[in-house]
């Protein structure tokens, strides 16, 4: 007997009902555990985030239950590095050392952390602040140096520093930080009162800029250059380069020029001139009311000279106002300073003898009252008076201020046919009116001890600083005028009217020069005259003013 089975079309129903129902519930699970997944990677990293912050705060507070640290200067590390020489708490220490501590960090000179128990647990590096010392001599690895007061001590060199002096860039006369407790020097620092004051870059003055000065500048090129150019023939001859040079005379008539030209035509001479070789001291800006600091900032500039010099560059030391620093001993009135700065730069000079690129020049308008010893032969060996120019010396002057590129008036351009011809004709006017001599022009009549007399003349109190002010001056003359009549002229017809030097601008210029200086020689002392006039040798008498 066989049996028949027949199915339930509502069951074939459910069945194909659920097998498509499957997937789609499998996929929304996997959806859904991705989703939690997601979430509960945001919870873990929430809750790391959270302990770490917890932690933060917890190492805070055990920080802030623990006692204060301290700090000392380490002085040396004993063998095996267990223990360590501290100088902490104005007292010499021999502590322990944490095994944490990187030996290789703790050197000689550094600071370093003490923990709660006084044991060395960190290295904090080199103290940047303390005392300014200088330094006098180095010893090795140790340095003597000077306070203010010129107290000395020996002092220790720690970390860069020590590097410094073994590679000999440390000098005596630098500026180092200190802790004279401990015995320690740190750090050397720049000081910028000799620097501003004295070092300069190479001037950019040429011989061809100054006027009327021939003959001198062949004479300070003969005692100061050919002796550093050639100095085989000076070696043959037996013959020692003069140490020093003093430019003296009236004031404005070139001394400072000559020495900027001197020292730019050395350093032209070694093909070199980005170099520094010009120290410019003035005089009365290295006086200090300090017992003691004009003669060490004297030593320092000297030092510094001899530094540059020694690696073969010529070098300048240019005095300006010469008189200002070491004028002639037992002079003082209120302090007698010349007793000791005067001797200072006495054993420099001397010193300078083992150098041979070291060259001092000095420059003054009262060499009267410069210490003898300075002046010997030997120290400042050649002698170069810059006198007032002549005629023919203010016409050279004039030729460095007074171009064919200045503007000069159409109708002098025109008269004279070019710019050279009418710029020669405005500057032999300058000339024609600057050296009058009639009653107009008369200042004073000095009297002689022989009984003679000589009239003194505006000329003749004439300086190549007043020549180049006569020029400026008629130039701006000039630029008023121009600019005056440029306005009229755009007012009116808008064209630009003609304009440029003319012989009313050297008129007007000249007589207001000499209006300006003519109560400059204020003083009725007939030796003062003669000293401000320069060209006589006689004994002044007696005076009269015109």
Known sequence: MTETFHSDPKDS??????????????????????TLGARNAKLVEMLKSSREKLEEMNSRLEALAEPPNTYGTLLE?????????????????????????????????????????????????????????????????????????????????????????????????????????????????????????????????????????????????????????????????????????????????????IAKAVANSLATSVGDSDVSYFLNIKGPELLNKFVGETERQLRQIFEQARRAASSGRPVIVFFDEMEALFRTRGTGVSSDMESTVVPQLLAELDGVEGVENVIVIGASNREELIDPAILRPGRLDVKIRIERPDASAACDILSKHLTADTPIHPSLLEEYGSPEAAAEALRQEIVRQVFIQDDEHRYVRLHFADGTAQDLYWSDFLSGAMLANIVDRAKTLAVKEAIGNAHDAASESGERAPHGLTFEHITAAVAKEAHDNEDLPDTTNPAEWARIYGHTSKRVVDMSLF
Not at 13 to 31: A, N
Not at 122 to 143: F, K, T, W
């Open 77 to 257: 590390v004993n063998p095996k590095g267990l223990t360590a020489e501290v100088f902490t708490a104005g007292r010499r220490m021999r502590l322990q050392v944490s095994p944490l501590v990187e030996r290789s960090s703790l050197i000689p000179g550094s600071t370093v952390r003490l923990g709660e128990g006084q044991q060395v647990v960190e290295a904090s590096g080199y103290e940047d602040s303390g005392d300014v010392a200088q330094v006098v001599e180095i010893v090795g690895e140790r340095l003597i140096v000077a306070d203010k007061l010129g107290e000395e001590s020996v002092v220790k060199a720690a970390g860069r520093l020590r590097e410094d002096v073994l590679n000999k860039d440390i000098t005596p006369g630098q500026s180092v930080i200190v802790d004279r407790k401990s015995g320690w020097a740190f750090e050397a620092v720049s000081r910028t009162e000799v620097t501003s004051l004295a070092l300069e870059e190479v001037p950019d003055i040429n011989y061809s800029d100054i006027g009327g000065l021939s003959r001198q500048i062949e004479q300070i090129r003969d005692a100061v250059e050919l002796p550093f150019l050639h100095p085989e023939v000076y070696t043959e001859y037996g013959l020692r380069p003069p140490k020093g040079v003093l430019l003296y005379g009236p004031p404005g008539n070139g001394k400072t020029l």
């Open 13 to 34: 129903s459910k069945d194909s009902s659920s097998e498509s129902e499957g997937p789609h519930s499998v996929r929304e699970l996997q959806i859904a555990n991705r």
